[in-house]
T-cell receptor
Framework: GAGVSQSPRYKVAKRGQDVALRCDPISGHVSLFWYQQALGQGPEFLTYFQNEAQLDKSGLPSDRFFAERPEGSVSTLKIQRTQQEDSAVYLC????????????FGPGTRLTVT | GQNIDQPTEMTATEGAIVQINCTYQTSGFNGLFWYQQHAGEAPTFLSYNVLDGLEEKGRFSSFLSRSKGYSYLLLKELQMKDSASYLCAVRDDTGRRALTFGSGTRLQVQP
């Protein structure tokens, strides 16, 4: 496809379970971002990759959150020992190199922790 | 720190014009973005301002005043499909690539 894709689109996890969320960026896009969007709020930055290098992880809320992009394309956001406050939509976005004005967002994964 | 404020909700009539305001206080400035987000969907890019003034793109226009830390999104000839959330986002000048978003303005267009 031409856009950013994410899977699964919906995930229900029981508290304490681990989850893995996948992002397929637009082919050739160097930059990749993860954002967390709570209901009724704007997206909040989690982490940023340039190719396979994680250059900014200042937004990750705790050490239960881990992201990787080992080959500089697909990325996975992993949340260990999920808690109810982790319930949110997780958005992935990608963009070309420096100079691109706006990243392209994927449809998101809605995570519900019960 | 960064702080971005925009109204929570607005209502307007089909065919009318609506202006959604955004004020920001950030550690430096390197561009302001507006996105449209329909419920359950990804944010889609509407406009980008980095210099003062008005950027026009069809029915949508965006204005920026850097000295006032202020922007607005103007939507003309409103259509029912314009009912959505509108997000204001700012990029700072620290070299950090992340965007800081406001909470969004939920616009309801009525017949």
């Amino acid at each position: 496809g031409a856009g950013v894709s994410q899977s699964p689109r919906y995930k229900v996890a029981k508290r304490g379970q681990d989850v893995a969320l996948r992002c397929d960026p637009i082919s050739g896009h160097v930059s990749l971002f993860w954002y967390q969007q709570a209901l009724g709020q704007g997206p909040e930055f989690l982490t940023y990759f340039q190719n396979e290098a994680q250059l900014d992880k200042s937004g990750l809320p705790s050490d239960r959150f881990f992201a990787e992009r080992p080959e500089g394309s697909v990325s996975t956001l992993k949340i260990q020992r999920t808690q109810q406050e982790d319930s949110a939509v997780y958005l992935c976005a990608s963009s070309l190199e420096e100079g691109t004005r706006s990243p392209y967002f994927g449809p998101g994964t809605r995570l519900t922790v019960t | 720190g960064q702080n971005i404020d925009q109204p929570t909700e607005m209502t307007a009539t089909e065919g009318a014009i609506v202006q959604i305001n955004c004020t920001y206080q950030t550690s430096g400035f390197n561009g302001l973005f507006w996105y449209q987000q329909h419920a359950g969907e990804a944010p889609t890019f509407l406009s980008y301002n980095v210099l003062d003034g008005l950027e026009e793109k069809g029915r949508f226009s965006s204005f920026l005043s850097r000295s006032k830390g202020y922007s607005y999104l103007l939507l003309k000839e409103l259509q029912m499909k314009d009912s959505a959330s509108y997000l204001c986002a700012v990029r700072d000048d620290t070299g950090r690539r992340a965007l800081t978003f406001g909470s969004g303005t939920r616009l309801q267009v009525q017949p």
